[in-house]
């Protein structure tokens, strides 16, 4: 079993940063993709930033493009997004997922995933 535990969501101010992290235990051994989605309310899941296991290949929605950065520990242990110019429009619960995705890193709809943490949220004021 796969357990993915985010952390370091919060508020800022538009412009600002933050760090999320996802601690994932045992999921080099079961999965290939990683990665984070977010939802706003009142919006579909979305995804954010993929990266492959293995390779660590990384893929970005073009909303994020050249302001986020997903990264991974050498130990395989641990995800982060580096969230940097935040806008008030990524306001949303960031979610970290995992799952066997042939395709990786290239964005899949959240479906694909069969691991989820339980969300950190993230609100960016104006």
């Known amino acids: 079993q796969v357990q993915l535990v985010e952390s370091g969501g919060g508020s800022v101010q538009a412009g600002g940063s933050l760090r999320l992290s996802c601690a994932a235990s045992?999921?080099?051994?079961?999965?290939?993709?990683i990665g984070w989605f977010r939802q706003a309310p009142g919006k579909e899941r979305e995804g954010v930033a993929l990266i492959s296991i293995g390779g660590g290949t990384t893929t970005y929605a073009d909303s994020v493009k050249g302001r986020f950065t997903i990264s991974q520990d050498s130990a395989k242990t641990a995800v982060y997004l580096q969230m940097n110019s935040l806008k008030p429009e990524d306001t949303a619960m960031y979610y970290c997922a995992a799952g066997y995705i042939l395709t990786c890193p290239k964005l899949s709809p959240s479906t694909d995933f069969g691991y989820w943490g339980q969300g950190t949220q993230v609100t960016v004021s104006s």
């Open positions: 045992r999921y080099r051994h079961i999965t290939n993709c």
